[in-house]
């Protein structure tokens, strides 16, 4: 399974941000799986954003929650997040990655990431 995030890696603050990410080697709807959006602030750990399961289903950090949406196309086998703003704490290097379903015993297969500045 390969993974690779898309997306502008600059963004003004209050602005949208999109990025997707698109799957090879798997279905996104097959068998239970979580489709990650994780980020990586310089200097700072991973803050998961959310995850879109196989399902459809959506879960979001409570903390980003009410800006953030996570979206698929099968036909594409990609998944998208949205935020609805940005700020300059945006920064970050995001990723996208695998969990398997059943005890979260950690993420399987991740994308290189990619590099959003928030600046204006």
């Known amino acids: 399974v390969q993974l690779q995030e898309s997306g502008p890696g600059l963004a003004k603050p209050s602005q949208p941000l999109s990025l997707t990410c698109t799957v090879s080697?798997?279905?996104?709807?097959?068998?239970?799986?979580?489709w990650a959006w994780i980020r990586q602030p310089p200097g700072k750990g991973l803050e998961w954003i959310g995850y879109i399961r196989s399902s459809g289903t959506s879960y979001y950090s409570p903390s980003l929650r009410s800006r953030t949406s996570i979206s698929r196309d099968t036909s594409k086998n990609q998944f998208t997040l949205q935020l609805s703003s940005v700020t300059p704490e945006g920064t970050a290097v995001y990723y996208c990655a695998r969990v398997p379903g059943g005890a979260f015993l950690g993420y399987d297969y991740w994308g290189q990431g990619t590099q959003v500045t928030v600046s204006s």
């Open positions: 080697g798997g279905s996104i709807t097959a068998n239970d799986y979580f």
